[in-house]
């Protein structure tokens, strides 16, 4: 018979995936629940607690999970969150081995960010000059945006499919400006391109300036 672990003896994480189920469907109640209020009564208008009580929990679990308010803002255009794009859409992405493939999903995923997220991506757009809280949740925004092009740009120069003479730093710019929200906003809200039409020629672009022929 073994001997029981000492009171001091370190103890093995426990990871429940029912425990880890429930966490993503709260989360995801919690972000519905703050998109409705925060297209009703506006941002600055919406409280921690208004949140909680939509979504049916407390406020320090809502804390727990984003710490802030400008925190639940974030997570509404992070297309990693559970409000956003499928993740088994997120899973192909990091998959997938073709160059070609690799960026027709970016140019899904930025399409079905956008269209998910227009009003909060507006109140950033808009905001961000006058409010400094909201400014600082684009900037974390723009951060991470920026993050994930230089791990697509790596990717491709690391296979060799970058294009001949093009610069990492450069092509990461490119990206950058091409999946931006003010690039969607142009020709689908704008210019009136069906969304369809707008990640087509996203991929289309990227394809043309980012790799070999």
Same mark, same amino acid.
């Given at each position: 018979?073994?001997?029981?672990?000492?009171?001091?003896?370190?103890?093995?994480?426990?990871?429940?995936?029912?425990?880890?189920?429930?966490?993503?469907?709260?989360?995801? *109640?919690?972000?519905?629940?703050?998109?409705?209020?925060?297209?009703?009564?506006?941002?600055?208008?919406?409280?921690?607690?208004?949140?909680?009580?939509?979504?049916?929990? %407390?406020?320090?679990?809502?804390e727990a999970a984003f710490g802030s308010k400008r925190g639940v803002l974030a997570a509404l255009v992070d297309p990693l969150a559970s409000a956003g794009p499928p993740h088994d859409l997120v899973d192909r992405l990091r998959a997938a081995q073709h160059p070609?493939?690799?960026?027709?999903?970016?140019?899904?995923?930025?399409?079905?960010?956008?269209?998910?997220? +227009?009003?909060?991506?507006?109140?950033?757009?808009?905001?961000?000059?006058?409010?400094?809280?909201?400014?600082?949740?684009?900037?974390?925004?723009?951060? *991470?945006? *920026?993050?994930?092009?230089?791990?697509?740009?790596?990717?491709?120069?690391?296979?060799?499919?970058?294009?001949?003479?093009?610069?990492?730093?450069?092509?990461?710019?490119?990206?950058?400006?091409?999946? %931006?929200?003010?690039?969607?906003?142009?020709? +689908?809200?704008?210019?009136?391109?069906?969304?369809?039409?707008?990640?087509?020629?996203?991929?289309?672009?990227?394809?043309?300036?980012?790799?070999?022929?």
């Open positions: 018979m073994a001997e029981p672990p000492s009171p001091g003896a370190a103890r093995r994480p426990y990871h429940s995936p029912a425990r880890q189920r429930q966490a993503g469907q709260t989360r995801a *109640r919690i972000l519905t629940a703050a998109r409705e209020l925060f297209r009703a009564a506006g941002y600055a208008a919406t409280t921690m607690d208004a949140i909680a009580s939509s979504a049916q929990v %407390s406020a320090k679990t809502v070609r493939e690799r960026l027709a999903l970016v140019a899904e995923l930025c399409r079905r960010t956008y269209e998910a997220s +227009v009003p909060e991506f507006e109140l950033m757009r808009g905001a961000a000059a006058v409010a400094p809280e909201v400014g600082a949740v684009a900037r974390q925004v723009e951060s *991470r945006r *920026r993050a994930n092009q230089v791990r697509l740009i790596t990717y491709l120069e690391e296979g060799r499919f970058l294009r001949t003479g093009l610069a990492a730093g450069e092509a990461t710019d490119v990206v950058w400006a091409l999946t %931006s929200y003010d690039m969607y906003r142009a020709l +689908v809200g704008e210019q009136h391109w069906p969304a369809g039409r707008y990640q087509n020629w996203l991929a289309d672009i990227m394809a043309t300036c980012l790799l070999n022929t």
